[in-house]
């Protein structure tokens, strides 16, 4: 595997990915620079929708495809927001509102304990009958107010107790190694290199 297309238009993410596949001679490529249009997430699970929109821009492309679905889920809603995490305030997407309707929810409730989740998958082809499948997990609690001015999403209002910091105060170099993202990748990396080993 020499190209990969990444399916989404996150510029972070690519540049992220670049940097973790080069090591492999691997190079990501964004959907964008095929026109790929956003694929439909209709499922209940992040792993389901990663593997749609892996299948989505591998159809398009002729390429490997590698996508991620990734959320918060709080365990006093009940695993919400969940795969609706961008959405959770509905159109158009916001993060203040996300986090405002967040603190509504969780207003009064002792338990915040919440997780962030990451489900990759990457297919070789459109029908791959074996994708590529990780997912990572980083857990901490939700706080009554956001903190810090780095991450973007929910990473404000999660904390981390060990640290005591929240996901937008850990300096981006330590969340990468911490964070669900991070695991998820650094098991993918794995599987591609026993691959091909």
């Not at 389901?48 to 918060?72: C, Q």
Request: charged share 25%; hydrophobic share 45%; aromatic share 6%.
């Amino acid at each position: 595997m020499k190209q990969l297309v990444l399916a989404s238009g996150n510029a972070g993410k690519l540049k992220e990915l670049a940097a973790l596949l080069a090591p492999l001679g691997i190079e990501v490529l964004p959907q964008s620079a095929f026109n790929v249009s956003e694929a439909e997430e209709p499922h209940p699970s992040f792993v389901e929708n990663a593997i749609a929109k892996a299948r989505h821009a591998a159809r398009a492309t002729g390429l490997p495809a590698l996508a991620d679905d990734s959320g918060l889920c709080v365990d006093a809603l009940g695993g919400a927001p969940g795969v609706l995490s961008a959405r959770f305030a509905g159109e158009p997407k916001s993060d203040q509102r996300n986090n405002d309707l967040l603190l509504e929810r969780l207003a009064g409730q002792a338990d915040r304990r919440a997780r962030f989740y990451c489900a990759l998958a990457l297919v070789r082809h459109a029908d791959d009958p074996q994708p590529l499948i990780t997912t990572g997990e980083w857990r901490g609690v939700i706080l009554d107010a956001p903190r810090g001015q780095a991450g973007f999403g929910y990473d404000p209002l999660f904390l981390v107790p060990d640290l005591e910091q929240t996901a937008a105060e850990i300096p981006a170099e330590l969340k990468n190694v911490l964070s669900h993202r991070g695991s998820a990748f650094r098991q993918l990396l794995d599987k591609l290199r026993a691959e091909a080993a």
